[in-house]
């Protein structure tokens, strides 16, 4: 957990400060329209939009386009159609990863996708290979120097959230909330005044595959690479590693 918690803080931080926030959007904008696609253009009444509108304001996506990407999506306005879904193989070090995507080339994703795994020494699995490794959950992390711990704990069960846990190494609390119950759990957050550094529903797996030194950076280069992929919405993987080894990347 502690390198899921670590390289996700550190994914966010460089996402808000990345020469490729443009490309940071066009990811936002993909994820807007298709949950407006699926689920309507009322944030309120479909969960998935709401966090993706979220996640969107707090990148700092103008107004605008948020309001255009929902119209888009839910058809009001005329669009690009994106098809949706997930790529199973394992990477660098046996390490396990999930790749979603949103394309409107199917063909041009697999391919590119398939090369980054192959550069890096990884395969491609078939559907189900990996996915049993990872459980969708919320997750929040708050620096354990910002919030008190008895007090974090009480606000999150009683708001519905499944374990609170202290990470010292990476020093932050970390919640973990059934997905149905994010919303629910953030929004008490928020009005309690608890401010935490990552919010987000997420893959969380079950188990870790230890890598360290250069196999490290290896598999940090190879996310990264998948992430900058444009087709390419989130990468999930299952390594552990020390926090060195990320910060030298970061």
Known sequence: MAGHSKWANIKHKKARSDAKKSKVFSKLVKEIMVAAKLGGS?????????????????????SDNIERAI???????????????????YGPGGVAVLVNFMTD???????EVR????KFGGRLGE???VNWI?????????DTASVD?????????????EDVVRNDEDKVFEVYTDPTEFHKVKSEFDSMGLKYTLSEISMIPASTVHVEGGEAQKVLKFVEE????DDVQEVYANFDMPSEDMERVA
Do not use: C, H, I, W
Request: charged content about 30%; glycine content about 12%.
């Open 105 to 111: 080339n199917r063909n041009r994703t697999v391919s």
């Open 42 to 62: 009322d944030p309120q009444a479909n969960p998935r939009l709401r966090a993706a509108v979220d996640k969107a304001k707090l990148e700092n996506l103008p």
């Open 149 to 161: 711990e008895d007090g974090l704990m009480e606000a999150g069960l009683e708001a519905g959230a």
């Open 115 to 118: 090369r980054l795994f192959t």
């Open 134 to 142: 990872f459980e969708k959950k919320g997750f929040f992390t708050f």
């Open 71 to 89: 119209k888009k999506g839910a058809g009001e306005l005329e669009g690009v159609t994106y098809d949706e879904g997930v790529y199973e193989g």
């Open 226 to 229: 998948l992430e900058d992929l």
């Open 127 to 129: 559907s189900g290979s």
